[in-house]
């Protein structure tokens, strides 16, 4: 028998196992550590197992009074269920049972970005649905839905999320079936502008995280200046003093791709990093220059090899990849898309509005960066 002590204790291991308690009662604790109470019996010939719920939600005291309601009913021929008025009926209630228990140790930043999904994309759609009722189609619309509009990573993590609430509403007794199993290469891959990144705010922490434990000062700020500003690769590292203006950096127009001169509000996380990088290079042209001449701009190459050796692979996060994060974010947080692209110095679509402004918006401008940069810092604290 299984006592508080040994269920508390038990750890995870390279493949799930389960611990014997007794009359059928199993904790099944899988490769992340999560515990499942299992009833398991025989109709017949064939075992059939079912979820009493997730460890510690429910005590083993508790485990054992629902093993012990369900083995009764099961001895005078009743069949047995989970599926009750006090259990969650729609993906609605699922949802918020399965955030009120796994996402309660979340930083704030991600519980934001998993509210903003599913109330934004899921809830609207499946939200008012039975759990058994939603199937594979269904989900799959819903997603086409979002990658009509180009968000591809946005399609993949609102699948994502969603299969992650069935597999908590399977293990805890809710319902039988998960339907994004069976999306396995149904949606679109491509990746905004073709550039590796990532969107998942626990990526996107563990990221930034690796950034500010980097040793190396110069690289370290060369990074977190790449990813505040979502400034293109080539523009930063051939960045000088001279650009910086006070609370802004204006970049001459015979550096843009486009040729047409950008400003870049800085924010007050990059202000911080400028004072601290003005003690290392505020003595030469450059922002960041190779560390061997201090008037050349560093190597094309410095922030992607610095990327390569936290672990990062060119699958999942390149420097040009943070303007697509910073993309795919803000527009998952609704800021208006002629700002968001504005500020990534792209040409406008219309040709009725040809004559690029730089100064474009830039009220919501300097409000977006300084939120850009929040949002990261939040995700890291």
């Excluded at 474009?360 to 890291?380: C, F, G, P, T, V």
């Amino acid at each position: 028998m299984l006592n508080e002590a040994k269920v508390k204790n038990s750890k995870p291991k390279a493949k799930s196992y389960m611990l014997r308690d007794e009359n059928g009662l199993y904790l099944k604790v899988d490769t992340a550590g999560r515990k499942y109470w299992i009833l398991r019996y025989w109709e017949g010939k064939k075992e059939r197992q079912i979820s009493l719920g997730v460890y510690p939600e429910v005590s083993l005291k508790d485990a054992r009074i629902k093993r012990d309601e369900l083995q009764a009913a099961r001895a005078k021929g009743e069949l047995i269920s989970l599926r009750n008025e006090k259990n969650p009926a729609t993906f609605s209630e699922a949802a918020a049972e399965w955030v009120r228990v796994r996402m309660k140790d979340k930083a704030a930043g991600y519980l934001k970005t998993i509210h903003l999904r599913l109330n934004k994309y899921i809830l609207p759609f499946i939200g008012n649905l039975k759990l058994n009722d939603i199937k594979s189609p269904v989900i799959l619309k819903l997603c086409r839905q979002i990658e009509i509009k180009e968000f591809y990573e946005t399609a993949h993590r609102v699948r994502t999320l969603i299969g992650q609430v069935f597999r908590f509403a399977i293990a805890s007794g809710y319902c039988d079936y998960d339907p994004t199993q069976a999306l396995t290469g149904a949606l679109t891959s491509k990746r905004h502008k073709h550039y590796a990144t990532l969107t998942d705010p626990a990526e996107i922490a563990i990221l930034m995280k690796s950034i500010k434990a980097y040793p190396f000062d110069l690289m370290r700020l060369a990074m977190l200046f790449s990813i505040y500003t979502a400034a293109r690769p080539g523009e930063i590292r051939t960045a000088e003093w001279s650009e910086i203006k006070d609370d802004k950096w204006d970049i001459p127009a015979e550096k843009m791709k486009m040729k047409r001169r950008h400003i870049v509000p800085l924010s007050r996380q990059v202000q911080k990093i400028l004072c601290e990088l003005r003690l290392l290079t505020g003595k030469g042209r450059y922002l960041f220059p190779t560390p061997r001449d201090i008037n050349r701009p560093m190597s094309e190459n410095g922030v992607r090899v610095a990327l390569r050796s936290l672990g990062f692979t060119k699958e999942q996060i390149t420097p040009h990849g943070f303007r697509a994060m910073f993309s795919t974010i803000a527009n998952e947080h609704e800021f208006n898309r002629d700002v968001i692209e504005r500020q990534l110095a792209h040409v406008p679509d219309n040709a009725i509005r040809g004559a690029y402004n730089h100064a474009e918006y830039i009220q919501q401008r300097i409000k977006l960066m300084q939120w850009w940069a929040n949002y990261l810092d939040n995700l890291s604290e």
